[in-house]
């Protein structure tokens, strides 16, 4: 099985941003950690603040990936663009979000990209990327 994550815009910054909200462990620590736990799991990482370079990832890997674990950041308030990317593609996509959303500023309440999405994990700190990869092991 090989699944994708994505990550968007600030995510590089996990670890040093509002580490009360985000927690103060990198992504790529997280990640190695996820690599070891899933070792029957290929996992690619990518990770992008410019949304034409997440939209060209999802176009990539959503014919070649069985599953796509995304975080699209702010975009996820904004772009339907990657919407559409998202509904473009065959590989389902789960959207994560590290804090819950709805505890937060209005903006953060509406998501562009859920209705493309297979579902929509948050508020799990960085534990939602684990719960993700369980749902697609699932499908």
């Known amino acids: 099985m090989r699944i994708q994550i994505i990550n968007g815009p600030n995510?590089?910054?996990?670890?040093?941003r509002e580490p009360s909200v985000y927690g103060s462990v990198t992504f790529e620590e997280y990640l190695a950690d996820l690599r070891k736990r899933y070792?029957?799991?290929?996992?690619?990482?990518?990770?992008?603040n410019i949304e034409g370079e997440l939209i060209d990832k999802?176009?990539?890997?959503?014919?070649?990936?069985d599953g796509i674990v995304l975080n699209a950041g702010?975009?996820?308030?904004?772009?339907?663009?990657?919407?559409?990317?998202?509904?473009?593609?065959?590989?389902p996509v789960?959207?994560?979000?590290?804090?819950?959303?709805?505890?937060?500023?209005?903006?953060?309440?509406?998501?562009?990209?859920?209705?493309?999405c297979k579902g929509v994990i948050l508020g799990f700190g960085l534990d939602?990327?684990?719960?993700?990869?369980?749902?697609?092991?699932?499908?």
């Open 11 to 16: 995510i590089n910054l996990l670890g040093k």
């Open 94 to 116: 789960v959207e994560v979000h590290i804090s819950n959303v709805h505890a937060r500023e209005a903006f953060r309440h509406v998501s562009m990209i859920s209705c493309a």
């Open 58 to 65: 999802i176009q990539q890997a959503g014919f070649e990936a």
């Open 128 to 139: 939602s990327y684990r719960l993700a990869i369980e749902a697609l092991k699932e499908l």
């Open 74 to 91: 702010a975009y996820t308030h904004t772009s339907i663009a990657l919407q559409d990317a998202i509904r473009a593609v065959t590989a």
């Open 39 to 48: 070792a029957d799991v290929e996992i690619d990482y990518f990770q992008s």
